[in-house]
């Protein structure tokens, strides 16, 4: 055996052996960034009271947060698929730093507009760059991969209101500051993934040179089928995630207007939320690669709506129950998505990342400052008693190609 392909078993087997390990490291990153994030939602009861917000300006601080989020993120996904950048993860994580000082510090709502916005810069560089090395660490698995990353977000999502009912909702605005230190220590995991990333890359510049060059394939089908396949997924986003922020940014207002429960109690609520989020999408990545992409998008959409109709007319009991039915069954489809649509245009992993978290972040923005001034006008209890008919719009599921066609293609 020669020096060259001992140098190549070698590297295969460090990636081998680095490639779980990556995924976890990923998932506990994606745990400590989205535990950050949502502590701006888990806040609102809080800083609504300080500083006598309307519900339209909670909705606006959501806004500037998740389109700081969302509109750079496809920039983010398209410039790295060209020009690969290992330490950018860890580089995006100090803005999040920065914005969690600043949001322990502020005395103004502008002020709070603005750490929103540096925390959401951060987590326009976090989310297509690592479901990009996740990808690159799947091993063919990427549907596993993809709910493997997902599952520490949402985990980390339903943390933040837990740790805001133990810590600063009793101690106060000020104690935001100690989350900080997560912000830190996902800065030196990224750094060390950031290394293997470096090395992969190396190692993927070797094998390129032996290759025999192969004309790029653009698209899996016929642009026209592409596009409104990509279409019809973007549409699913809308419903998902219009609903999904109802319930991050207005269900403890919710409980609290209409059950007369707790601060504290409505966040335990939403936390029973959030972690059922958590488990739905460590599924729905799994279940994509064995039945099909396709249904598990269309089951997870279509099958909450059912549930999410019945949640305004239940009782406190219920609503709890209902709204676990519905975290668990809503969130499958995200990694399923995902995934459909890196699979549909071949060799854009970090564009499509980037487009699609950026729009679930847009959407979860914009859907949140309007659902707000909606319940200004109206009732909190009529926003949640419209948006329990998006998930209806998940019949449009069933025009998606099937895996067949995917694979024909």
């Known amino acids: 055996m020669n020096n ?44 609504k009271e300080n500083y006598q917000l309307t ?11 998740q389109l700081t989020a969302s509109l750079l993120q496809p920039v983010v996904g398209a410039f790295t698929d060209k020009r690969p950048q290992p330490f950018s993860l860890a580089i995006g994580m100090g803005f999040t730093l920065l914005g969690l000082l600043g949001m322990s510090m502020a005395g103004s709502f502008t002020m709070i507009l603005v750490s929103a916005a540096f925390i959401g810069l951060g987590s326009s560089v976090f989310h297509p760059e690592a479901s990009r090395m996740a990808h690159m660490a799947s091993g063919g ?8 990353f997902q599952v520490g ?19 106060g605005q000020f104690h935001v500051i100690w989350f900080s230190l997560l912000a830190l220590l996902a800065m030196i995991i990224l750094a060390n993934v950031g290394k293997w990333y470096k090395f992969q890359l190396v190692v993927k510049s070797r094998k390129a040179k032996r290759a025999v060059a192969e004309p790029e394939k653009i698209f899996a089908l016929p642009v026209r089928k592409v596009v409104w396949s990509l279409t019809i997924l973007l549409l699913l986003i809308f419903s998902k995630y219009i609903y999904m922020t109802s319930m991050s940014s207005y269900f403890t207002f919710y409980l609290i207007q209409k059950f007369d429960v ?12 959030l972690f059922a989020v ?19 998008i269309w089951f997870s959409i279509l099958g909450a709506a059912p549930f999410t109709l019945m949640l305004p ?63 200004d006008r109206t009732s909190i209890e009529y926003v949640f008693a419209i948006c329990s008919f998006l998930p209806l719009l998940g019949i449009i599921a069933v025009l998606l190609p099937g895996r067949k066609e995917l694979q024909a293609g």
Do not use: C
């Not at 001992?6 to 995924?23: D, G, Q, R």
């Not at 519900?55 to 947060?65: A, V, Y």
């Not at 698995?141 to 493997?148: N, P």
């Open 262 to 273: 707790s601060v504290k109690a409505s966040q335990l609520y939403l936390f029973m939320f």
């Open 153 to 171: 977000g949402n985990a980390g999502s339903s943390l933040g209101p837990l740790l805001a009912a133990l810590i600063i909702v009793p101690l």
């Open 55 to 65: 519900f339209s300006q909670i909705g606006l601080i959501t806004l500037t947060f």
């Open 4 to 47: 060259g392909a001992v140098a190549a078993t070698m590297a295969n087997e460090t990636t081998n052996k680095a490639t779980f390990s990556i995924l976890v490291a990923l998932s506990i990153s994606h745990l400590l960034n989205d535990t950050m994030q949502s502590l701006i939602p888990s806040i609102y009861p809080m800083v």
């Open 141 to 148: 698995r990427h549907g596993m991969a993809q709910s493997l």
């Open 313 to 375: 007319y239940a009782s406190l009991f219920w609503t709890g129950v209902l709204s676990v039915v519905i975290g668990l069954i809503l969130s499958s489809a995200f990694s399923a998505i995902l995934v459909y649509a890196q699979e549909l245009v071949p060799g854009k992993v970090g564009m499509i990342a980037g487009l699609f978290f950026g729009l679930a972040f847009g959407t979860a923005g914009i859907g949140s400052a309007l659902l707000g001034e909606l319940a």
């Open 278 to 296: 958590a488990a739905g999408t460590f599924l729905g990545g799994p279940m994509g690669d064995r039945f099909g992409r396709k249904y598990v």
